[in-house]
């Protein structure tokens, strides 16, 4: 499974990569949401990991930009636990939504469930 992690915060995206490799993912990180657009358009992975809060571009106009032109499976992982966001970000064309902190086992459940659901064919890790 390539999981594209996309958060402003650098310490961030390292610590999810370094938890997803051991769970035998491969891991590309960006840490812009203009970044994260190129990289879905240039070499797609199975599924992203996306913030909501980040400068410039924040995670809401990724996902709308985002579904323009793939329907690559998005979990948003995001500190911000109203309801109100949530259903922003579901409504922007995320596929799933998580509040940090997040044990690893049920973020690698949803990713798993989120590849399964988009492509039957592809093994999950």
């Not at 930009?65 to 922007?92: C, E, F, T």
């Amino acid at each position: 499974m390539k999981v594209l992690v996309v958060d402003d915060d650098p310490a961030m995206t390292e610590l999810l990569k370094l938890l997803l490799q051991q769970a035998s993912a491969e891991v590309v990180t960006a840490n812009s949401g203009m970044q994260a657009i190129e990289l879905v358009t240039e070499a797609p992975p199975d599924v992203m990991i996306l913030d909501l809060m980040m400068p410039e571009m924040d995670g809401w106009e990724v996902c709308e930009r985002i579904r323009k032109v793939s329907r690559l499976p998005i979990l948003v992982l995001s500190a911000l636990d109203k309801p109100g966001m949530v259903a922003r970000a579901l409504d922007s064309g995320a596929d799933d939504y998580l509040i940090k902190p997040v044990p690893s086992g049920v973020l690698i459940a949803h990713l798993n469930n989120l590849v399964r659901r988009s492509n039957p064919e592809a093994q999950a890790a």
